[in-house]
């Protein structure tokens, strides 16, 4: 059986033979992957958001989807169709996009509501029904959707009640100029995702979620979570907080991040690398910090500064 913290040196050493110069969206990609969770990225095109979901998937030999999100895109074109055939007589279910252990969800404010709404139902469920009849996505499962900041005519915007479906979200950003020009000639010599060898089995990948799930959360870093959650409902510049849901993602997230450093037990400090990435798109600013033009991550930021870290743990 493969470690974790071996599994993460074993994969981002792989995807950054593609991707450089971003080993900390690598890390918090794989520790999505390790949570089984769904990640958003939203940043300018260009700068490897399709990359870095073909490297993970081709990182660990899973089947890989791209879904293109248009307005014409249908609910049926990602979760799957019944179709008649003539020869037997009988409908037989036709899988959409959706069907994939890695699925990149292209620009998924391109799609409408309705056809968001099918994707994120599949996400929270793990299977699609059709026709009263359910069909269970492959298992590990993840999606990995982007959104563009600078193009939002003709977009719909995600609903903030459904934002949570995603583990977290993160931006990459461009790259300093050695990691621009390894880029480069990285192309130059043929090196691309497709080039990649998987590192790691559907099965081994399966065992590492198992064993991050099981690590240990001490009882009092739990409750630094939920205080983080909460005080989030609290914060006057903020409408909306993070739920309940919110608390689990950051938990989960933080016990595959400890994971990738090759700990089974998640400290204060994991809560804190983790609590920007989790919290800053469930929280729904209100109009007067809107209007401050204040961000989601300052308040994190404060939230983090506010929040008493259990001294008995804290720096383990």
Not at 271 to 288: G, Q, W
């Amino acid at each position: 059986m493969t470690a974790p913290g071996d599994a993460y040196n074993l994969i981002a050493g792989n995807v950054q033979q593609v991707l450089h110069g971003k080993p900390d969206a690598v890390r918090l990609a794989v520790t999505t992957l390790f949570a089984e969770g769904h990640l958003l990225i939203e940043d300018v095109p260009g700068v490897g958001k399709t990359t870095l979901a073909r490297c993970l998937a081709a990182s660990v030999g899973g089947a890989w989807n791209r879904i293109q999100f248009t307005p014409d895109l249908l609910p049926s074109d990602i979760t799957g169709v019944m179709v008649y055939h003539q020869s037997t007589e009988q409908f037989q279910f036709h899988p959409g996009g959706i069907f994939a252990h890695v699925v990149l969800a292209d620009e998924i404010n391109r799609g409408t509501p309705k056809t968001q709404a099918a994707l994120l139902e599949v996400m929270a469920e793990n299977r699609v029904t059709v026709d009263s009849v359910g069909h269970d996505v492959p298992r590990p499962f993840m999606v990995v959707a982007t959104q563009n900041p600078i193009e939002m005519e003709g977009t719909y915007r995600l609903p903030e009640a459904q934002l949570d479906r995603f583990l977290m979200r993160l931006s990459i950003g461009y790259p300093d100029h050695d990691a621009e020009t390894r880029a480069v000639q990285g192309d130059r010599a043929g090196i691309s995702p497709h080039r990649l060898e998987p590192v790691l089995s559907l099965d081994e990948l399966q065992q590492v979620i198992t064993t991050v799930r099981a690590g240990h959360v001490d009882p009092e870093v739990v409750s630094y979570a939920v205080r983080l959650a909460a005080a989030s409902r609290e914060h006057p510049h903020v409408r909306y907080g993070a739920s309940p849901r919110g608390s689990i993602a950051l938990i989960r997230a933080a016990q595959a991040f400890a994971a990738t450093h090759g700990r089974d037990f998640v400290t204060p400090d994991d809560v804190k690398d983790m609590a920007r990435p989790v919290l800053h798109h469930r929280l729904v600013l209100t109009p007067e910090a809107e209007l401050r033009q204040r961000q989601a991550d300052d308040i994190v930021a404060e939230l983090l500064a506010d929040t008493a870290v259990p001294t008995a743990l804290a720096g383990r």
